[in-house]
């Protein structure tokens, strides 16, 4: 419409509303009833933002995935330790218990060996 006024102006006519809106059907007719111009590359850009949108909003989706799916992992694996950390005391435990033994009966040998001989002194030597 500006352009109309400007056309106008320059022609030096008075331009009255009823002209403009003839003159505005003309144009259209004769190119069609086609957007402007700003307004398709409004939509363009429209478009590419609404695209980059999307393509964030999937990147953002499998970068959560990844992460779970790591989560998992490591979970599974502190679950593994957990389980080697309780064997790995339970072996401890044996072995403390096996060496307690040991040491029980070490000291019962020694008692049975002091007992041996007290009674060995106690016999008569040939």
Do not use: C
């Not at 003159?23 to 398709?40: M, Q």
């Not at 799916?69 to 593994?80: G, V, Y």
């Not at 435990?93 to 002194?121: C, G, P, S, W, Y």
């Amino acid at each position: 419409m500006q352009s109309i006024w400007i056309e106008a102006k320059e022609k030096g006519k008075p331009v009255s509303g009823r002209e403009i809106v003839q003159t505005v059907l003309k144009k259209k007719l004769k190119y069609g009833f086609k957007e402007n111009p700003r307004s398709a590359k409004e939509q363009q850009l429209q478009a590419e933002l609404e695209a980059a949108r999307a393509k964030a909003e999937r990147k953002a989706k499998e970068f959560e995935e990844k992460i779970q799916s790591q989560e998992e992992k490591l979970k599974s694996q502190a679950e593994k330790i957990q389980l080697q950390e309780e064997k790995l005391q339970t072996r401890e435990e044996r072995f403390d218990t096996q060496t307690e033994a040991m040491n029980q009966m070490k000291a019962a040998q020694q008692k049975l060996q002091h007992q041996v001989l007290v009674i060995a002194r106690q016999l008569p030597s040939k």
